[in-house]
């Protein structure tokens, strides 16, 4: 929450002069719904931090198809196709793969 109850620290204490941290990816988010930051002291970490809520972004294709017009066993041709999710703002491209 807001106030840190419940809190999970990411990675380590920082420096004076640190103001920028990547939080990598795949971090999972569990139930937490914010990132709060915390001053600290010799003697003690403040009571009261400041506060983000998290926006967890996701985009998925929906609709994939494909018709395989390679008539040979064991092997595949044709046009796979997809719709775009909705919001792309964070889509950099895409990767196909067998599986």
Sequence with gaps: DLSGVGKSQLGSSLSVGTNHVAVGPDTA?????????FTKSALFEQTTPASLALV???ASVSNAQFVDEDLDELQLGGNITWD?????????????YTA
Excluded: I
């Design 29 to 37: 988010v569990g139930s937490f719904t914010h990132v709060v930051v």
């Design 56 to 58: 967890d972004n996701s």
């Design 84 to 96: 775009p999710p909705d919001n792309n703002d964070f889509v950099e491209g895409y990767n196909l």
